[in-house]
């Protein structure tokens, strides 16, 4: 935004303290100027407003959402209630700066970002340090090497409130303790530091241990972790809300050490900040003097104003990369301390991280078959669930899912120990869904694939998702030593009881598929009525597992037309094979990837998808997965994203259609 087009009109969501430093730091800020400011009752709202000569003072933070005239929003609520307003500010199409931590977690700050992304605004983490000149300055120190190689980092943001186990400091259900409050200044400048020592922005640290104290209200009250980054890199952060420590920034390099006294507030209405440098081969520190007439919360507005055109800021302030990241490490050192807020909880967190009812969205591309046994339609694309091992990722990701209009989801007895299932039991039974979901779950996976160990592992898995039935049950492997009809009686049995509505087979040769469903047609019973077998558009080379089985050669095509058997298959996608940055003749990294999908064949089956991808104006993937769903006989292809963007790119294949003659020329039989 430049000095001659008009001021970025501000409101202010949340009357607290923070509040009330930025709405100052705006009315000395070069671009901006504060228009409106809401909170949850009018009377605090009017108080701020006529302490802060803010013109307009909403009772609500949906009135201050609903005023026009109001381009930007400042997020200072408590941390939990972070991710709905931002959300809510996205779609009213207001431009986003989210006070720290941005979100609880990494997945409720993947759907504020993905928010943004969809409604095209501006989202930056309210980290000030990072946009005043002493943190560019630090930068550009570690660039020039100043010091030599950094090695270590000694980083500390602590302090001594009273308790008070109803304050935000200390209540768990506002995510309380320092590791949340302050602690996330040192995750970030440990990343900035680490990040400039290798030339980049910032950097991801290698592992994290840590420890802390839980005080009676489950919050924690003083908390110390270690962290190693590449090159060696270690760092040291301490934090707390109980305990006064050296609020100070450390770097400790082969040629000397960076002091700085003032990391985390320097010169917070303008003036003079330092940087202390001592080398080795200097007898005395230089004293390196950051000199601003700005006040820092307003240089912090004018970098929103200034980076609004990319939608995000650059380094050293916080990007969306840079803030996921961030959250990622915090998300690591609470996990080394047991430490999980209430609100993550599957008894609490019931409906979206957007608070609003959980419903599928006007105009979802979303596409239904049916599959005999289920009265239920069953959505063209199934969520895979044996990758979200927590609550907080799987709910994020289920309910972006379901909101798309996708309803069926896949897991098994094995997955992650038994633990995928029962994050998808939860999140069932929280937003009460059983009667609205397809639950397609496998057991008897070898070596207890036998009729005993179906009936003993299926009862687990019921157990686990809470559920008294399954819509789909899958063998996940088959063991040709027992006759098919063993199977078919055994998956019969529990048809009858109501345990299962359907059933099929995963992993399965066609011959023994139709010798099972020929054995039940002769004895009146009920036969498969899916089967989940690999297919793609790459062939598969060699198993993904022992045990494996695919269906893309033309002997399996031709059975599939003909039989109009639904396949329900896995690694649709080849696992990425088709993403041109993971699937290349001269990447070896991903061995396997390298193992299971790397030939000649393959290779040219994907420069095809690229180029038809060119054509229709598609990401090669979304070629991929549009030729399983184009195919001539019922597919409902598994997907397994780990984030909102995966399931987004996914479900651009829905609308892409494919001719036979394409279909053909794809897989390089024209």
């Not at 980083?155 to 506002?174: C, D, I, V, W």
């Not at 200097?282 to 700005?294: A, G, H, L, N, V």
Request: some cysteine; charged content about 25%.
């Amino acid at each position: 935004m430049s000095a001659n087009e008009t001021k970025l009109r501000w409101g202010i969501i949340g009357a607290g303290g923070i509040a009330k430093a930025f709405a100052k730091g705006v009315q000395h800020s070069k671009t901006g100027e504060m228009v409106a400011v809401g909170s949850r009752s009018q009377e605090k709202a009017d108080a701020f407003a006529k302490e802060l000569n803010i013109p307009r003072s909403y009772g609500s933070y949906e009135a201050l959402l609903a005023d026009k005239d109001v381009q930007a929003v400042y997020i200072a609520t408590p941390h939990p209630m972070h991710a709905e307003w931002a959300i809510k500010a996205a779609e009213a199409g207001k431009h986003i700066l989210c006070e720290k931590p941005a979100a609880l977690n990494y997945y409720e700050l993947m759907a504020m970002i993905e928010s943004a992304k969809d409604n095209n605004v501006f989202f930056m983490e309210a980290f000030m340090y990072r946009c005043h000149p002493q943190t560019r300055k630090l930068v550009e120190l570690l660039r020039e090497k100043v010091i030599g190689e950094v090695r270590v980092i000694q980083t500390a943001f602590s302090f001594h409130a009273g308790y008070n186990p109803e304050g935000r400091l200390f209540k768990n259900q506002l995510g309380g303790g320092g590791i949340l409050d302050v602690g996330c200044y040192c995750t970030s400048m440990c990343r900035l530091v680490a990040g400039a020592a290798l030339g980049k922005d910032f950097a991801e640290p290698v592992s994290v241990k840590g420890f802390g104290h839980l005080g009676a209200s489950n919050a924690d009250e003083w908390a110390v972790a270690t962290a190693k980054f590449d090159n060696d890199i270690v760092a040291t952060l301490a934090t707390g809300v109980a305990v006064n420590q050296e609020n100070v920034v450390r770097i400790f390099g082969t040629e000397g050490n960076i002091f700085i006294p003032s990391p985390w507030i320097p010169s917070r209405e303008g003036g003079a900040t330092k940087i202390i440098v001592k080398r080795n081969d200097e007898k005395e520190p230089r004293e390196i003097s950051i000199q601003t007439d700005e006040w820092l919360y307003g240089i912090e507005a004018d970098t929103v104003a200034e980076n609004l055109e990319a939608r995000q800021a650059k380094s050293p302030a916080m990007s969306w990369n840079d803030s996921m990241g961030n959250i990622r490490m915090l998300d690591m050192w609470r996990r080394e301390i047991d430490l999980v807020y209430e609100a993550e909880k599957p008894e609490v967190f019931t409906v979206p991280v957007h608070k609003h009812p959980l419903a599928v969205k006007a105009g979802c591309k979303m596409k239904y078959g049916t599959i005999a046994g289920l009265e239920k339609q069953v959505s063209r694309l199934v969520m895979g669930v044996d990758n979200q091992n927590t609550f907080p990722h799987a709910a994020v990701i289920f309910d972006d899912f379901f909101e798309r209009g996708g309803n069926c989801f896949d897991s098994a007895h094995i997955y992650g120990g038994g633990r995928c299932e029962q994050v998808l039991g939860q999140w069932v039974k929280s937003r009460n869904l059983r009667d609205k979901v397809v639950i397609l779950d496998k057991g008897a996976h070898t070596p207890f694939c036998d009729p005993v160990h179906l009936t003993r592992e299926l009862m687990v898995s019921l157990d686990r998702i809470q559920t008294d039935h399954l819509d789909i049950y899958m063998m996940h492997r088959d063991n040709p030593d027992i006759h098919v009809g063993e199977f078919i009686d055994v998956l019969n049995e529990h048809v009858k009881a109501g345990r299962i509505k359907a059933f099929g087979a995963s992993n399965w040769s066609i011959g023994r598929v139709k010798k099972a469903n020929a054995y039940a047609k002769r004895k009146g019973l009920a036969g498969f009525s899916a089967v989940s077998n690999n297919f793609s558009l790459a062939r598969m080379v060699n198993p993904v597992w022992d045990g494996c089985i695919a269906a893309s050669d033309p002997d399996s095509r031709k059975w599939f037309r003909k039989s109009q058997m639904p396949l329900m298959p896995w690694s649709s996608q080849a696992r990425g094979f088709f993403v041109p940055e993971r699937g290349r003749p001269d990447l070896k990294s991903d061995q396997s990837l390298v193992h299971c999908w790397y030939s000649d064949d393959n290779f040219q089956r994907q420069a095809r998808a690229i180029e038809l991808a060119k054509k229709k104006n598609v990401q090669p993937v979304t070629i991929a997965l549009a030729y399983v769903l184009c195919q001539p006989f019922p597919t409902f292809p598994l997907i397994g994203p780990r984030a909102i963007s995966e399931t987004k790119s996914s479900f651009e294949a829905l609308t892409c259609e494919l001719t036979p003659k394409e279909l053909k020329w794809l897989n390089l039989e024209i």
